[in-house]
C-alpha cells in the first residue's frame, strides 16, 4: 500500500512538473509549439537529424546516434521520442555508480564508449514509432503504439487542471511504457510495483521536420526506461 502510495505521488509530482513546463502553451494555436517562452512554427526544413544538431540538448545524444549506427532509423518516416543529454548523463552516472559499488573502487568510470552497442540499439528505438504522431492526432484517450524495439507503450494527451493561470485546461503529450498489460483504474493498493506503467512526458513536442516528427521528452526521464 504504501508502494502504491508512493507512486501515486510521484506521477502527481510528474504531472504538476508537466502543467508547469507547457502551461504556456496551452493558450498558442495549434499549429504552433513553445521552446524556451517564445512561439514557432512546427515545421522545420531540415531533416530530424539535422535539427537535433542545431540544438545543444542533444550533443551526447548524437554521440549515442552515430555509435549505434542509426542515423538513417532517425531520420526515417518515424516519431521520435528524444531524450536530452541530462537524461543520457543521469544514466551514466547510475551506471558508474554501480561499477564503483561492485568493485568497492570509487575510482572507476562509465563512460559512452562503456555502452553496449546492441543495448543502445534497442534502448533508442525504445524511443522510435513508425509513422508521423503529432499532437492533432492524439487525444485524451490511449493511442496504443508498438515501438521499434517491439515493446508497447500508450502515447496520449493528459489534461491538467489550471491553477488560474491560463483559461484552457493544458493539454500534456506524455508517453507510457506498458509493463505486464495496462494498469487497471483504479489501481489496487496491491497491484505489484514492477508492473506499474511508466510515464514521462514531452516537455517540447509537435516539431514535424522534412523526415518525420520529433517530440523531446522532459530532463527528468529515465533513459533505458
Request: aromatic residues 8%; contains cysteine; charged residues 25%.
Amino acid at each position: 500500500m504504501e508502494e502504491i502510495k508512493h507512486i501515486n505521488m510521484k506521477l502527481k509530482h510528474i504531472l504538476i512538473m508537466a502543467f508547469a513546463v507547457v502551461a504556456m502553451a496551452t493558450a498558442c494555436k495549434k499549429d504552433k509549439y513553445v521552446i524556451g517562452g517564445s512561439l514557432h512554427d512546427p515545421h522545420v526544413n531540415m531533416t530530424t537529424y539535422d535539427y537535433l544538431k542545431t540544438n545543444r540538448l542533444f550533443d551526447t545524444l548524437l554521440v549515442l546516434i552515430d555509435k549505434a549506427g542509426m542515423k538513417e532509423e532517425i531520420n526515417g518516416d518515424v516519431t521520435f521520442f528524444a531524450p536530452t543529454d541530462y537524461s543520457i548523463k543521469a544514466l551514466l552516472k547510475r551506471r558508474e555508480e554501480k561499477l564503483q559499488q561492485d568493485n568497492n573502487d570509487e575510482n572507476l568510470r562509465y563512460t559512452l564508449n562503456d555502452l553496449p552497442v546492441p543495448e543502445l540499439r534497442d534502448s533508442l528505438r525504445s524511443h522510435i514509432f513508425a509513422g508521423k504522431m503529432t499532437r492533432e492526432s492524439l487525444s485524451l484517450n490511449n493511442k496504443l503504439v508498438t515501438s521499434k524495439s517491439n515493446e508497447p507503450f500508450v502515447v496520449k494527451l493528459i489534461e491538467q487542471e489550471s491553477p488560474g493561470l491560463v483559461s484552457n485546461k493544458p493539454q500534456i503529450l506524455f508517453l507510457i511504457k506498458i509493463r505486464n498489460g495496462l494498469d487497471p483504474n483504479p489501481t489496487p493498493e496491491n497491484y505489484p510495483t514492477e508492473d506499474l506503467d511508466l510515464y514521462t512526458f514531452a516537455q517540447t513536442s509537435n516539431i514535424q521536420t522534412t523526415t518525420g516528427v520529433l517530440h523531446v521528452l522532459t530532463n527528468t526521464h529515465r533513459f533505458y526506461w
